[in-house]
């Protein structure tokens, strides 16, 4: 059956799930290295792309190709390539896509370990680089140079939330010959969807919302035409960054939920972020589903919901947020976000301490940032546990 007409719920069921031996409702997992080859010719005819079929699971594997199809198939993109991190996955587009002497444009409020890769690493294989606020687009217009192959941005931004209007920036890129890449890791497949606004390719870390239990690691390319495909799927296997079958399965099994998942985040983080924006103890706060939020028309033209993360600062900053974190006790002090159980951390000393001062400034990280990632759980009790931290 299509799934092209069904709604994001019913894909998250049925995406990426084929028909396999004995009719089991799930894919199984087939964890093995290698298959076996009916003879020689058809295993030259497997290396030569005459014939589809499995070879070595770095080239691909049925369990990770049921996850992708479903990946892909919950983007509207065209297929996607599953890779052992959401790092292994920017690390792989990056290369795939700019070589010595190219220039990329990345948002300045992008994951930590993103930036510490392009302006670390990348820089001495001569790829150059500027992190803007991507935000507003003069300031990406005006970073556009003759060699810009790339603008990569991650919106709504970690963990400031700056929210980047996708459209405008993808045509941006494609007036100048670049491609744009989105970290869609914050929203997920459900409450953004970056290929209808005109994204090239979309990243994520599956580590969070795609997976969302805490028990995995993996990452995802998707893209939208072969030729994309092929060159990623190419540099994928030189590079090596492949997810193994057993994570796939259960990322594939996670997906299931997202959508229930995604609706559940939204509504507790509104209640959590109104709950803070009345609390006397509280600065600010910043949730794309507040009317405060400083790119709220943004969010309302390109988010299907306003997501799961909130951040805020308390009045009397770091030491009062510092309080704040040692005191909760169902909220659990962790990095990573996206999963089932609520998580609070500080970003200048955790998520983003390797930036350096400097830079965080820049990006609107202040040393009281306080960044939420809200669970499943009950909401009032949710808000017991941050009303008692913060007394
Ligand atoms: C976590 C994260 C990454 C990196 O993913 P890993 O799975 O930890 O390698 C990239 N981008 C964003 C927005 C993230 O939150």
Redesign the pocket.
Same mark, same amino acid.
């Given at each position: 059956m299509s799934h092209q007409k069904l709604s994001i719920e019913s894909k998250c069921i049925h995406a990426g799930i084929g028909e396999y031996e004995y009719g089991p409702v799930v894919p199984p997992i087939y964890q093995t290295s290698t298959f076996k080859f009916q003879s020689v010719e058809h295993g030259a005819k497997l290396f030569k792309g005459e014939e589809n079929g499995y070879i070595y699971t770095r080239m691909g594997n049925p369990t990770i190709e049921a996850m992708e199809n479903a990946v892909a198939e919950l983007e509207g993109g065209y297929k996607s390539l599953g890779?052992?991190?959401?790092?292994?996955?920017?690390h792989t587009t990056l290369a795939t896509f700019l070589v010595s002497g190219e220039h990329v444009i990345v948002s300045e409020s $992008?994951?930590g370990? +993103?930036a510490t890769l392009i302006k670390n690493v990348l820089s001495r294989y001569g790829i150059e680089s500027d992190f803007v606020e991507t935000a507003n687009l003069d300031k990406v217009k005006n970073a556009v140079k003759p060699n810009t192959k790339m603008i990569f941005i991650?919106t709504p %931004?970690?963990p400031t939330l700056e929210t980047t209007d996708i459209q405008t920036v993808a045509e941006i890129a494609h007036e100048n010959g670049a491609r744009l890449v989105v970290?869609n +890791?914050?929203m997920s497949p459900v409450l953004q969807r970056p290929f209808e606004l005109g994204a090239d390719v979309v $990243?994520?870390?599956? +580590?969070?919302f795609l997976n969302g239990h805490a028990d995995v $690691?993996? %990452?995802i390319i998707v893209t939208k035409d072969e030729e994309t495909y092929a060159s990623l799927r190419k540099m994928l296997n030189q590079l090596g960054g492949t997810i193994d079958p057993f994570n796939a399965f259960l990322v594939h099994r996670g997906l299931k939920t997202l959508a229930l998942r995604m609706k559940k985040h939204c509504e507790n983080a509104q209640k959590i972020a109104e709950f803070l924006e009345a609390h006397p103890k509280v600065e600010w706060v910043r949730y794309p589903g507040l009317k405060s939020f400083p790119y709220y028309e943004t969010a309302q033209k390109q988010h299907y919901g306003p997501g799961g993360m909130i951040s805020f600062e308390l009045k009397g900053g770091l030491e009062a947020g510092a309080k704040m974190m040692n005191s909760v006790k169902l909220c659990q002090l962790a990095v990573?976000? %996206?999963g089932v159980e609520t998580l609070i951390q500080h970003p200048a000393t955790m +998520?983003h301490a390797s930036m350096g001062k400097e830079a965080r400034e820049a990006a609107g990280i202040t040393d009281g940032l306080v960044r939420l990632s809200v669970g499943i759980e009950n909401v009032d009790e949710l808000i017991e546990d941050l009303n008692q931290a913060m007394e």
């Open positions: 890779c052992a991190s959401g790092m292994a996955a920017i $992008v994951y370990p +993103t991650e %931004g970690n970290d +890791t914050f $990243v994520h870390s599956m +580590t969070k $690691v993996a %990452g990573s976000l %996206g +998520t």
